[in-house]
T-cell receptor
Framework: DTEVTQTPKHLVMGMTNKKSLKCEQH?????MYWYKQKAKKPPELMFV???????INESVPSRFSPECPNSSLLNLHLHALQPEDSALYLC???????????????FGEGSRLTVL | AQSVAQPEDQVNVAEGNPLTVKCTYS??????LFWYVQYPNRGLQFLLK??????LVKGSYGFEAEFNKSQTSFHLKKPSALVSDSALYFC??????????FGTGTSLTVIP
């Protein structure tokens, strides 16, 4: 299984809603990532989890709250978002350096978020 | 600091012609370099990577890339372009941690 699965594929929410994005992988990767991507732009790193611990937070506003319940799952909790947060949110995983080489990122198909 | 640059926002090529998408890098130490492709409304798909060894790396869908240490480049190439190759291409570098840095992307259009 070389897939990263993201749900939902599409999400529309109001600025007062609370919602969550979910990501799952079963490749045994211990590094998991959230990226935000605007149209025709590169992915922007938001968070990195390493061995289920938050290792990188790229100064993301607190209205985005990541969670890594176990080594296969990654969530992104959303609350009080702004219209400018509308974007494609991509989850990815990779093996750590030295464990199977300098592994690439495996991306999910993304969750398209629209904030009204 | 690690970084990659993609100097061309847009590349157009006729179907059947060879294509090149350019990438230059700036890293301290030996680089781990990657190419990804993204089709509309999809996630990024891995094409190939350079870790060490042969400077010519072969990847998915007939793509290859040439690592050139003296020119700090890692250009993506394909001998004969297909219309279905039209997509957004990203070069990336991985530093000696879990962090990846992406180029700004190059939109490739293959003209029938």
């Amino acid at each position: 299984d070389t897939e990263v699965t993201q749900t939902p594929k599409h999400l529309v929410m109001g600025m007062t809603n609370k919602k969550s994005l979910k990501c799952e992988q079963h490749m045994g990767h211990r590094a998991m990532y959230w990226y935000k991507q605007k149209a025709k732009k590169p992915p922007e790193l938001m968070f990195v989890y390493s061995y289920e611990k938050l290792s990188i937070n790229e100064s993301v506003p607190s209205r985005f709250s990541p969670e890594c319940p176990n080594s296969s799952l990654l969530n992104l909790h959303l609350h009080a978002l702004q219209p400018e947060d509308s974007a494609l949110y991509l989850c990815a995983s990779s093996p750590h350096l030295g464990l199977g080489g300098a592994g690439e990122l495996f991306f999910g198909e993304g969750s398209r978020l629209t904030v009204l | 600091a690690q970084s990659v640059a993609q100097p061309e926002d847009q590349v157009n090529v006729a179907e059947g012609n060879p294509l090149t998408v350019k990438c230059t890098y700036s890293v301290s130490g030996n680089p781990y370099l990657f190419w990804y492709v993204q089709y509309p409304n999809r996630g990024l798909q891995f094409l190939l990577k350079y870790i060490t060894g042969d400077n010519l790396v072969k990847g998915s869908y007939g793509f290859e890339a040439e690592f050139n240490k003296s020119q700090t480049s890692f250009h993506l190439k394909k001998p004969s372009a297909l219309v279905s190759d039209s997509a957004l291409y990203f070069c990336a570098v991985r530093e000696r941690s879990d962090q990846f840095y992406f180029g700004t992307g190059t939109s490739l259009t293959v003209i029938p």
